[in-house]
């Protein structure tokens, strides 16, 4: 049976609707709970597939963290390995980060709720995600951090508030700032877990995000699941994904 790793940071931010696709897909679920677990009893290059889920601390804030420098290694050595690699939200920081990418504040405030996507220039690397953002699905959005796009990557997505939603990294490798993991039957744990901040960002409040969760459900799920189905086949065909400036091989 293959390994699904997922380095965890929160516990309400877990594989969400992503874990039973994972065992249908044949992978067998280990979460890593970081922060409380030892990088130095895991290698990074024995899973089938890392998944660096999301938190609320900044991928660069090291000294208050001091794990985030350790993880942020331990991500880079399995990068430069090529082996399928996907983070979400902090995850893609994290990410972005190991490639050696600036990570830092966003200058246009939090980017908290429900939007669609806009079309990277190298969307069509992914067909699964264009469709996504052709349909123009709303996903969850849920941060305050952005980051440049590392080189070599491919720019896969951008929203209305911010260009940097997703990138493609070598075969199998993908970030996605957004939340398509994100079961909406549970939307009510991210509300409790990240109730200072809700009340603490302008013009944000529980029962909108509450409201338009549910609004939203029957298409975000439908889609998200398409999405995430055709990206796991994908990791068992192993195509090649070209970096910006590279011909598909």
């Known amino acids: 049976m293959k390994t699904a790793l997922a380095l965890r940071h929160l516990a309400s931010e877990d594989l969400g609707q992503l874990a039973p696709l994972l065992n249908a897909s ?17 290698s990074p290059l024995d899973a089938d597939l890392v998944i660096v889920l999301g938190g609320p601390v900044a991928a660069y804030d090291v000294d208050a963290y001091p794990w985030l420098r350790t993880e942020t290694a ?38 908290i709720g429900w939007a669609s996507l806009q079309p990277g220039p190298q969307l069509d690397v992914l067909p699964c995600l264009r469709e996504l953002v052709q349909q123009q ?52 744990q ?3 877990g990240h109730a200072h901040e809700i009340a603490h960002t302008r013009n944000l409040c529980p029962a909108r995000l509450r409201a338009d969760a549910q609004r939203h459900r029957r298409q975000f799920e439908s889609a998200s699941r398409r999405f995430w189905q055709a990206w796991l086949d994908s990791l068992r065909t192993r195509t090649v994904v070209p970096r910006a400036g590279q011909r598909r091989a």
């Open 26 to 42: 044949g992978y067998r679920i280990r979460y890593f709970e970081v922060g409380v677990d030892a990088f130095i009893d895991l």
């Open 74 to 111: 331990w991500l880079r050595a399995r990068l430069l390995e090529d082996l399928p690699t996907l983070g979400i939200g902090l995850g893609a920081q994290l990410m972005a980060a190991a490639l050696h990418a600036r990570v830092y504040p966003g200058s246009d405030g939090k980017e």
């Open 137 to 188: 699905t709303p996903v969850l959005h849920w941060h305050g951090d952005t980051f440049d796009l590392p080189q070599g990557a491919c720019h896969l997505a951008a929203s209305t508030q911010y260009p940097q939603q997703a990138f493609a990294w070598g075969r199998h490798g993908l970030a996605l700032q957004f939340h398509l993991e994100v079961d909406v039957r549970t939307v009510e």
């Open 190 to 192: 991210w509300l409790v």
